[in-house]
Nanobody, 122 residues
Framework: VQLQASGGGLVQAGGSLRLSCAAS????????MGWFRQAPGKEREFVSA????????YYADSVKGRFTVSRDNAKNTVYLQMNSLKPEDTAIYYC????????????????WGQGAEVTVSS
């Protein structure tokens, strides 16, 4: 499966962006999916994840209440709605397929897509 994140950009603090993660090559309708981010000079960190059905979602404490993960299996796409953005949200955002293990740990993921850059100005 190939994943492509899009929707990044430059936004002022307090603004919103919606990231999309489009999958190709195979269906992701039975796969749990996750979003991670990596800021310059920092390690990649968990942001959010969603179960294959969309029935369960997970969030890092730093984004809880501001970000919402969703999916449209008919479109083979996962989304990350980001509201009330802060400068500390600046990072490259990646989507990936959860394979096995702790859903908040990046080693539990495979098929990392190319990231989408998000820059939040103060």
């Amino acid at each position: 499966v190939q994943l492509q994140a899009s929707g990044g950009g430059l936004v002022q603090a307090g603004g919103s962006l919606r990231l999309s993660c489009a999958a190709s090559g195979r269906t992701i309708r039975l796969l749990d999916m996750g979003w991670f981010r990596q800021a310059p000079g920092k390690e990649r960190e968990f942001v959010s994840a969603i179960s294959w059905s969309g029935g369960r979602s997970y969030y890092a404490d730093s984004v809880k209440g501001r970000f919402t993960v969703s999916r449209d299996n008919a479109k083979n796409t996962v989304y990350l709605q980001m509201n009330s953005l802060k400068p500390e949200d600046t990072a490259i955002y990646y989507c990936a397929v959860h394979t096995v293990g702790n859903i908040v740990v990046n080693t539990a993921y495979a098929y990392w897509g190319q990231g989408a850059e998000v820059t939040v100005s103060s």
